[in-house]
C-alpha cells in the first residue's frame, strides 16, 4: 500500500473517534465499570518487524500495519473512557536499527504522519476530528530529530494544545533513563545555583522535570506490550513504579478491541496496593 493510501487510512481511523464514551450499561455488559476504568494507558507497540517478516513482507510495511492499530487504539480509549494514551513511538536505543529502517521512519513515517493529520485538522471547520478535540503531544528528547520533523510537532502540539479529549502520546526518541537522568540535571543545577537545596530533593521534585510533567495522569496505571515480550524495554522507568502490567501474545498489528476490553477487565480485577496491604 502506498504510504498516502496509509496515511489516508490513519486519518479515517481518527475521523471515527466517538463524540464521548459508552453508556455504563454497555460498560457493565462487557464486566467493566466506569469508576475503575484507567486514566492512562501506556502501550509498547513491539512486533510489527516481526509481524511483516512472517508475510514475506518489508519492515516498513509492519510499521504500516501498526500505524491503522495505533488509530484504533485512540478510538478504544475514547470509547472505553481512557483519558491518555502513550505509545512508545521510538526509543533512544532504536537508532541502532538499519539505516535505512530509521530514515523511513523519521521522515516518511512520523514526519508524514503528523504533517498530513495535522494539516486536515486545521482546514476543517466541523468535523468528528475536530469535534472530538484529541490532544496531541510528543515526549523523548527532539535535538537531534530532523528539523522538518520538529516542526511538524510543534505544530501539532501547538494546534491541538487547548483540546480536552483523548490526549494522545507518542515517545520519540524516548527512553526512561534519559528521562531520569535529564531530571537529574535540571534539579542539580538548581541546586548548584542556590534555587533549591539538596533537602529540598523529593519524588513530587523530581515528577516535576520529567518529560511527562504536562500530562494530567503523568503515571501509567495500565502498560500494555504485544508480542509475548515480558519486558518495558526502558520505558518511563520512574512512571511505571505501580502501573498494572498486560502482556499480550500477539504482534501489534493484530491487537483489536477485544485484546484491549480483555486488559481493561484484567486491570480492574487487581488490588492496587501501593505498597500497602488491605484485609
Known sequence: MPLSNSILMF??????????????????????QPELMPKHVAIIPDGNRR??????????????????????LCRYCSKWGVKVLSAYAFSTENWSR????????????????????????????????CRYGMKMSVIGDKSNLPNSLKEAINHAEETTKDNTGLHFVAALNYGGRYDIIQATKKI???????????????????????????LEYPNPDLLIRTS???????????????????????????????DFVAALRSFQRRQRRYGGHKI
Not at 191 to 205: A, F, M, R, T
Not at 229 to 257: G, H, T
Open 188 to 214: 542539580a543545577a538548581k541546586v548548584k545555583d542556590g534555587v533549591i537545596q539538596l533537602e529540598d530533593i523529593n519524588d513530587k521534585l523530581i515528577d516535576t522535570e520529567l518529560e511527562t510533567k504536562y
Open 11 to 32: 486519518r479515517r481511523q481518527f475521523c471515527k473517534l466517538p463524540f464521548g464514551v459508552i453508556s455504563k450499561e454497555e460498560l457493565l455488559i462487557e464486566g467493566l
Open 98 to 129: 538499519p539505516k535505512a529502517e530509521v530514515t523511513f521512519l523519521m521522515t516518511s513515517y512520523f514526519e508524514g504522519l503528523i504533517h498530513d493529520f495535522m494539516r486536515d485538522i486545521a482546514r476543517c471547520t466541523y468535523s468528528n476530528v
Open 51 to 72: 509481524w511483516a517478516k512472517e508475510r514475506g513482507l518489508s519492515p516498513e510495511k509492519g510499521h504500516e500495519a501498526g500505524k491503522k492499530v495505533l488509530g484504533d
Open 228 to 258: 509475548g515480550e515480558l519486558r518495558i524495554s526502558n520505558y518511563m522507568l520512574w512512571q511505571l513504579a505501580y502501573s498494572e502490567f498486560c502482556f499480550v501474545d500477539k504482534f501489534f498489528p493484530e491487537l483489536d478491541e477485544a
